[in-house]
């Protein structure tokens, strides 16, 4: 598949706009919000490009050459993406994989009809060898849009189906952004050059069966009987050539999802004996790449039901997840169902 599908020059805001602009009761607010939060980004590749340089990998308990506390890259990452967010007055609170509570807007500032919910930097065990990390973020509208008061713990956990728009900000080879509104999923390659986000990808769609499947299979002993099952199966020989599959993980779920877009396949991280909930989280780190993969034409799973339909109880709760092409995700149901979700040992 081209990396480039598209002739237009266009850049994330203008597209973005012109979106916007579909929809006659549009006050440009949500646009302006995407403007700041790009620029987040914006800076994260510039500060992730960097990074070994400048001393912001490894603790926090270091202070550099300046007389400064050195931060983790993560950390830095929650606090560039708060310092871009909380004055905009687009924002009535936020949340994020980095803390524990809301993060509210400080009382100076207006409080805005939307919610942004952030992974600042997804990877972390990658974050200190140089290999592609993310962030990832979900948009929802606050329950109540005509309040300006602080937003609620109920605006960050509403269900996935509510967002009004996700992304991902993988920082590769290249810096990409994958971004949808519930109108398909394009791609947008930062060119550091102009400090531009370009369109490279219209409308992206997942093939409906790949032969890549992805997971941590060091956790193996400890599936569902269905997910061994499934991938004893994706690993024997079929005669017209369809398996066996091939493995790929980077372990960083924003790269291994975008591969998945570009080539289909399946991503898995079951729940196991000792992560009932599997490990990923349901409100910052799935819910996005849920809504990412059905509009790009996948499917997203716990394996029991549409991730995008769970009623999140808490923050940082887990689920267990399944995502990818339909074909795929749909066999290893059929597997969860004929074995069960029983473990063994
Ligand atoms: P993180 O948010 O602390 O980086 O954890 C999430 C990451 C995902 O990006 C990735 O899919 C998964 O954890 C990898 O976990 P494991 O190392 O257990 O395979
Ligand atoms: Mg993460």
């Given at each position: 598949?081209?990396?480039?599908?598209t002739?237009?020059?266009?850049?994330?805001?203008?597209?973005?706009?012109?979106?916007?602009?579909?929809?006659?009761?549009?006050?440009?607010?949500?646009?302006?919000?995407?403007?700041?939060?790009?620029?987040?980004?914006?800076?994260?590749?510039r500060?992730?490009?960097?990074?070994?340089?400048?001393?912001?990998?490894?603790?926090?308990?270091?202070?550099?050459?300046?007389?400064?506390?050195?931060k983790?890259?993560?950390?830095?990452?929650?606090?560039?993406?708060?310092?871009?967010?909380?004055?905009?007055?687009?924002?009535?609170?936020?949340?994020?994989?980095?803390?524990?509570?809301?993060?509210?807007?400080?009382?100076?500032?207006?409080?805005?009809?939307?919610?942004?919910?952030?992974?600042?930097?997804d990877?972390?065990?990658?974050?200190?060898?140089?290999v592609?990390?993310?962030?990832?973020?979900?948009?929802?509208?606050?329950?109540?849009?005509?309040?300006?008061?602080?937003?609620?713990?109920?605006?960050?956990?509403?269900p996935?189906?509510?967002q009004?728009?996700?992304?991902?900000?993988?920082y590769?080879?290249?810096?990409?952004?994958?971004?949808?509104?519930?109108n398909?999923v394009?791609?947008?390659?930062?060119?550091?050059?102009?400090?531009?986000?370009?369109?490279?990808?219209?409308?992206i769609?997942?093939?409906?069966?790949?032969?890549?499947?992805?997971?941590?299979?060091?956790?193996s002993?400890?599936?569902?009987?269905?997910?061994r099952?499934?991938?004893?199966?994706?690993?024997?020989?079929?005669?017209?050539g369809?398996?066996?599959?091939?493995?790929?993980?980077?372990?960083?779920?924003?790269?291994?999802?975008?591969?998945?877009?570009?080539?289909?396949?399946?991503?898995?991280?079951?729940?196991?004996?000792?992560?009932?909930?599997?490990?990923?989280?349901?409100?910052?780190?799935?819910?996005?790449?849920a809504?990412?993969v059905?509009?790009?034409?996948?499917?997203?799973t716990?394996?029991k039901?549409?991730?995008?339909?769970?009623?999140?109880?808490?923050?940082?709760?887990?689920?267990?997840?399944y995502?990818?092409?339909?074909d795929?995700?749909?066999?290893?149901?059929r597997?969860?169902?004929?074995?069960?979700?029983?473990f063994?040992?």
């Open positions: 598949m081209p990396l480039l599908n002739s237009k020059l266009i850049t994330i805001e203008r597209h973005i706009t012109e979106e916007g602009s579909l929809h006659p009761e549009s006050t440009g607010e949500f646009s302006r919000l995407l403007r700041d939060l790009t620029l987040a980004l914006r800076v994260l590749a500060d992730v490009r960097r990074a070994g340089l400048s001393d912001i990998l490894g603790m926090t308990e270091a202070t550099n050459v300046h007389g400064e506390v050195v983790r890259l993560d950390q830095h990452a929650n606090d560039v993406i708060f310092r871009a967010m909380d004055h905009g007055g687009h924002l009535c609170v936020m949340a994020s994989e980095e803390s524990d509570g809301l993060i509210r807007i400080p009382d100076e500032y207006r409080n805005g009809k939307y919610v942004l919910v952030f992974d600042p930097l990877g972390s065990s990658n974050i200190d060898v140089n592609s990390i993310g962030t990832i973020f979900s948009i929802y509208k606050r329950l109540d849009p005509s309040l300006t008061t602080p937003g609620t713990l109920e605006d960050c956990l509403q996935g189906y509510e009004v728009a996700a992304g991902y900000a993988m590769g080879s290249s810096t990409q952004l994958v971004y949808t509104s519930g398909g394009d791609v947008f390659t930062f060119d550091p050059t102009i400090g531009e986000f370009l369109l490279t990808f219209e409308k769609r997942i093939p409906k069966r790949g032969k890549i499947y992805s997971v941590n299979s060091g956790n002993h400890k599936w569902p009987k269905g997910v099952e499934y991938v004893t199966h994706l690993l024997q020989k079929a005669p017209d369809s398996r066996p599959y091939s493995l790929r993980y980077v372990g960083t779920m924003v790269a291994d999802i975008h591969r998945t877009l570009h080539y289909g396949g399946i991503f898995m991280y079951p729940a196991d004996t000792t992560s009932p909930n599997g490990k990923l989280r349901l409100v910052y780190e799935l819910n996005p790449m809504f990412i059905e509009q790009a034409g996948g499917r997203a716990t394996g039901q549409r991730i995008l339909d769970l009623q999140p109880e808490s923050l940082h709760q887990r689920a267990p997840c995502m990818g092409s339909v795929d995700v749909q066999e290893l149901e597997y969860l169902t004929d074995y069960g979700d029983e063994y040992g």
